[in-house]
């Protein structure tokens, strides 16, 4: 989507970067995706304004984190991206008690955490993306769920209108899924984390890492595991036992690392993806009975 001059003037005025004609496949994990206008949010505090602006004007808009999760049409997208400034996102404390701003990388964080003895959350190490993200998706790993030490989310609340700080007792999160409206911005969050002794949180992180790298593609393009596990069940065991390793559509491959990882191999288009994704879909629901759910977020060709 391109912006008028005149509304992009207004755009920076309201304390947005503006850069025109992104290609949105540097931004994903992919390295899948279209062209449009992308917003920088360099001051989380002037959003509502930006935001209600953005709804006056009629110009639809989507939030990017880190691209990790995300499988993004090509060509010229219909709606503009915002994305939150990593500039000055970080990590404060207080004790035991963490605030994270949402634009942090999460990896960064755990193990900012790590030297100030604060552990809890070494599953996480190699979550790719931003705190933000893994706060939307409840992301997870090795037993481990950022939503376990989480003791409040700070957001643009988009049906307020307002930035607002919510308890737990106002949020619930899942197995990856939380309890936001689509359109709300999560800004940050207080953590509550348990001190352990640092060389323990690191030889807890080592071995993550290690699981990680023999069980995952980690040097290719991939968005991470592509279908939520079935309850009581895997989605990568499942679609393994199909003899789908290997298998593409286009530049699209089920890794033979792991199959619920699709890798972008061969310049791959996301036309690519969601015919791989389909296919594959198709053939656990004949073979399983069972409906594998997307764990990757869509970005679909409607505003
Ligand atoms: N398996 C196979 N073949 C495969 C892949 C897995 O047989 O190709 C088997 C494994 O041997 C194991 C079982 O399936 O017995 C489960 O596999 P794994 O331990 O790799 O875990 P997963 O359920 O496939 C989940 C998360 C990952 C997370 C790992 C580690 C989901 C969808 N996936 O994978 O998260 O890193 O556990 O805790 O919940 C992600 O969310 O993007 C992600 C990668």
Redesign the pocket.
């Given at each position: 989507m391109r912006v008028e001059p005149q509304a992009q003037a207004r755009l920076r005025k309201l304390g947005a970067e503006y850069r025109p004609g992104e290609r949105l496949a540097n931004w994903t994990s992919l390295s899948v995706g279209g062209t449009t206008d992308m917003l920088v949010v360099e001051d989380v505090r002037g959003l509502p304004e930006l935001v209600g602006w953005l709804r006056a004007e009629g110009l639809p808009w989507r939030l990017l984190g880190g691209g990790t999760?995300l499988l993004v049409p090509e060509g010229e997208v219909p709606y503009l991206v915002l994305q939150l400034s990593s500039r000055q996102a970080g990590v404060r404390f207080d004790g035991t008690r963490v605030e994270v701003d949402a634009a942090a990388d999460l990896g960064r964080t755990v193990t900012e955490c790590a030297r100030r003895n604060l552990g809890g959350m070494e599953?996480l190490i190699?979550?790719p993306g931003t705190v933000g993200g893994a706060l939307r998706m409840n992301?997870?790993?090795?037993?481990t769920e950022i939503s376990q030490f989480v003791q409040s989310v700070s957001l643009f609340q988009a049906a307020r209108g307002e930035i607002v700080r919510l308890p737990m007792s106002q949020v619930s999160f899942q197995?990856?899924h939380s309890s936001f409206a689509p359109e709300d911005i999560l800004l940050g969050c207080e953590l509550q984390l348990p001190e352990r002794p640092y060389e323990e949180i690191r030889a807890a992180i080592r071995m993550c890492n290690e699981?990680?790298r023999a069980?995952?593609p980690l040097n290719e393009k991939s968005?991470?595991?592509i279908?939520?596990?079935p309850p009581g069940g895997?989605?990568?065991?499942m679609?393994?036992?199909l003899g789908l390793?290997g298998y593409r559509r286009g530049g699209a491959v089920v890794s033979e690392?792991?199959?619920?990882?699709f890798v972008n191999r061969h310049q791959a288009t996301a036309d690519d993806f969601f015919a791989l994704m389909e296919d594959v879909q198709g053939r656990v629901r004949q073979s399983f009975g069972v409906e594998l759910e997307n764990?990757v977020i869509l970005w679909g060709n409607g505003a």
């Open positions: 999760n599953g190699g979550v992301a997870g790993a090795y037993g197995y990856r699981k990680r069980s995952q968005a991470g595991c279908f939520k596990n895997s989605a990568g065991r679609i393994d036992e390793k690392r792991h199959a619920n990882f764990e």
